[in-house]
């Protein structure tokens, strides 16, 4: 119960939901906007300006984090809800412990409506005398999934602070239970005067190794769940990030991962290292890891800077570097074997891309 209280402080840590909109005007990821318990931002610094403006056009309400009542209610509800579930835990009452879930499901499920009431206002009450006006339109974005508005692709979904109010839920539901199945072992044993039969620790027995392995399973998906991972290329479909061209190759190609999870998609290796080290629009504080296409698992990413790099003029990359990435140390000797040319490291590949430096044979 109490490690249930603590999940709460993780729904204050990290966007509890996230809308995106995607448009042709906008290729470099769309427009991203996190709700917080008691904020609104944007995946940038101008995100919210940005949406706001264009929701202007179209006559939507201008977003002012600062007038959202909820964003001031939400944190001194959750408050509450966590005193109550120390309270509980404490007391060891089991009545306390369900009253204190009924809450906050209830609490939940309240959120969710207003959230609902929210999106459904800010669609459809439109000013009349907006510049662009489609008559029997609205512009209500999805509670849940994804919706076109116009040229727009709306997405809506629960993002990682509403996680960890689901697992919190969970533990106590989990306390609850185990609470309850191990007091009744334990009323048996008192009401009969005798010693619980072996058969009966056998299932005392399974009966705490289940609650312990889900207490584990929870724990687990809420870590990876606040992981931040590559996302697999759609080849003939995904766009470089740097040249615009679309990524067709399954061979080659490559991805930034930032520290807030966005990724950007390269069509070569190359074009990776020069978004970050010439035109600079990658900046190197933002990154979380940095991943390749391995050339003997095509379509398959890994880790850039634990791969080694063939640049043969046997093998054209993409954009003319020449680079190939190979994670095996094995198969890089085999394919350097076949193709003439400079085996590399990560280090060795950013100064050459730097430097345009094409293979010395």
Not at 36 to 61: D, F, P, R
Not at 74 to 87: E, K, N, R, Y
Not at 117 to 140: C, E, F, R
Request: some cysteine.
């Amino acid at each position: 119960m109490v490690l249930a209280v603590l999940m709460i402080g993780g729904i204050f840590l990290f966007p509890i939901w996230f809308i995106k909109l995607d448009a042709p005007q906008f290729p470099e990821g769309g427009l991203i906007m996190y709700i917080w318990v008691n904020k609104i931002t944007g995946y940038e610094e101008n995100t919210l300006n940005s949406i706001n403006i264009l929701n202007h056009y179209i006559g939507m309400k201008k977003i002012v984090p600062d007038a959202i009542p909820e964003l001031k209610i939400i944190p001194a509800v959750l408050i509450a809800i966590a005193i109550f579930g120390l309270a509980a835990a404490a007391l060891k009452k089991r009545w306390l412990m369900i009253a204190w879930v009924a809450v906050f499901i209830l609490a939940s499920i309240i959120g969710i409506y207003d959230f609902y009431t929210w999106l459904y206002d800010y669609g459809h009450n439109l000013d009349p005398q907006a510049p662009i006006k489609v008559p029997g339109m609205s512009y209500q974005p999805p509670l849940l999934g994804v919706k076109w508005l116009l040229n727009f692709r709306s997405t809506s979904l629960p993002y990682t602070g509403s996680l960890f109010a689901a697992i919190s839920i969970l533990l106590a539901i989990g306390g609850i239970m185990y609470d309850y199945f191990v007091n009744r072992q334990k009323k048996t044993k008192r009401s009969t005067f005798r010693l619980l039969k072996s058969s009966e620790v056998t299932a005392l027995k399974k009966t705490e190794a289940f609650f312990a392995n889900a207490t584990a399973f929870f724990l687990i998906m809420l870590l990876s769940g606040c992981s931040v991972q590559p996302q697999p290329i759609v080849f003939g479909e995904d766009q470089c990030h740097h040249c615009k061209m679309t990524i067709a190759d399954k061979r080659y190609g490559a991805e930034i991962v930032t520290r807030k999870g966005k990724v950007f998609k390269y069509d070569a290796i190359e074009c990776l290292v020069s978004s970050i080290y010439k035109d600079e629009s990658i900046d190197t504080s933002d990154i979380h890891s940095l991943w390749v296409i391995d050339f003997s698992e095509p379509g398959k990413l890994t880790d850039a800077t634990q791969c080694l790099y063939l640049q043969s003029y046997d093998l054209p990359s993409p954009m003319g570097m020449f680079l190939t990435a190979v994670a095996d140390r094995k198969k890089m000797g085999e394919l350097s074997a076949l193709h003439k040319g400079d085996v590399l490291k990560w280090e060795e590949v950013i100064t050459r891309v730097k430097n345009h430096q094409l293979p010395s044979q």
